[in-house]
């Protein structure tokens, strides 16, 4: 027996299952047209969650990047919540993989419209949430389309679905996500270095033969070197990957631009996170530094009368103040001693 959604598309074969959610194949009424189904369980959603992924769903429909999967429809209907994407035609990163190892070059490239689709996103406040190799496709023309934006972060707060889905997806998630934190874009990041590592080794980082195993791994162990298992690897595509596989969020590279920055250059560029760090040591007008990269000469103001200081310069007059009142407090602590001997 057919069955339908919304009157709009038809329900075909099913194609996997979450703990959140069933995907099927399914198809625009009356034509023959694919598409993806999503349909949410209703054991994983209530209704201030449902309130929350109806603007989500909005917002990512309105995503317009060749690399993103289009999202055609979402809303809540009698089967539970659903959304509809376009379907892509071509193999996952998993199958793609099967064929053997793309070479590093290739491997670049697939990464480089990853983190496109990535950037486009992060820039209207969009986290994927969930990218692993099934969630990357090689479409035709050897483009690469990412899929399935998760909707579903709320719910990963249930201890019982937070334990399911870190047992199916392990392998790719990041220390915080294992650890039910807060997500930023540095979590996408780490995911897609997880992806990376993979295509240009053809193993993953962090494999401990089990959901649990794995996961540890991924908080407790630094992952060795890509170049170690494939030494065709260049040194600057190693500095890389393992940034984007920091355990510590504030010290990855955060930005799906930055990655994009450091592969184009062939170098890797690393804006230091505490800003208010840098404002101690250089001008406030100076430029942020990158990793590796030389601090920019501090510029000599010239004075318009009287005597000035910026926000930088009295941390830095506080600093010294302070240092000079320490130094002051041991030289009196010495004469003292030293007239107590006598």
């Not at 392990?170 to 897609?192: C, F, H, K, V």
């Not at 101690?280 to 601090?295: G, K, T, V």
């Amino acid at each position: 027996m057919e069955r339908f959604l919304k009157s709009r598309y038809r329900i075909g074969e099913k194609m996997g299952e979450s703990p959140f959610s069933v995907t099927y194949k399914g198809y625009l009424m009356g034509t023959e047209v694919p598409v993806v189904i999503k349909i949410y369980k209703r054991s994983a959603l209530n209704s201030p969650l449902i309130n929350k992924l109806r603007p989500k769903v909005t917002k990512i429909i309105s995503l317009d990047h060749q690399n993103i999967a289009r999202v055609i429809d979402g809303d809540y209907g009698w089967q539970g919540f659903y959304f509809v994407r376009e379907y892509v035609e071509g193999d996952n990163m998993d199958d793609y993989l099967l064929r053997g190892l793309p070479g590093w070059e290739v491997s670049t490239e697939i990464i480089k419209q990853v983190l496109g689709s990535l950037a486009v996103a992060h820039s209207n406040s969009i986290l994927h949430g969930a990218i692993n190799n099934r969630n990357i496709f090689m479409a035709s023309g050897n483009e690469v389309k990412l899929t399935d934006f998760i909707l579903e972060p709320g719910v990963r707060v249930n201890p019982t679905l937070l334990a399911e889905a870190t047992a199916k997806d392990a392998a790719y998630m990041s220390p915080e996500q294992i650890r039910g934190e807060q997500l930023s874009n540095a979590s996408d990041i780490y995911s897609t270095g997880v992806v990376m590592y993979q295509l240009l080794t053809g193993s993953l980082p962090f494999n401990g033969d089990g959901g649990l195993k794995t996961a540890l791994q991924h908080i407790s162990l630094e992952a060795e070197s890509p170049s170690k298992l494939n030494p065709s690897i260049p040194e600057y595509l190693d500095d890389i990957v393992l940034k984007m596989l920091e355990k510590d969020p504030l010290q990855r590279i955060g930005s799906a631009k930055d990655v994009l920055d450091s592969l184009n250059s062939k170098r890797l560029i690393f804006k230091l996170p505490n800003q208010d760090l840098i404002n101690l040591i250089y001008d406030d007008e100076s430029e942020p530094i990158s990793y590796q990269e030389e601090a920019p000469k501090k510029q000599k103001k010239r004075r318009t009368g009287g005597f000035k200081l910026n926000k930088s310069g009295k941390k830095k007059l506080f600093i010294l103040l302070i240092l000079i009142a320490v130094a002051a407090g041991l030289w009196y602590a010495f004469i003292l001693s030293f007239i107590n001997l006598r």
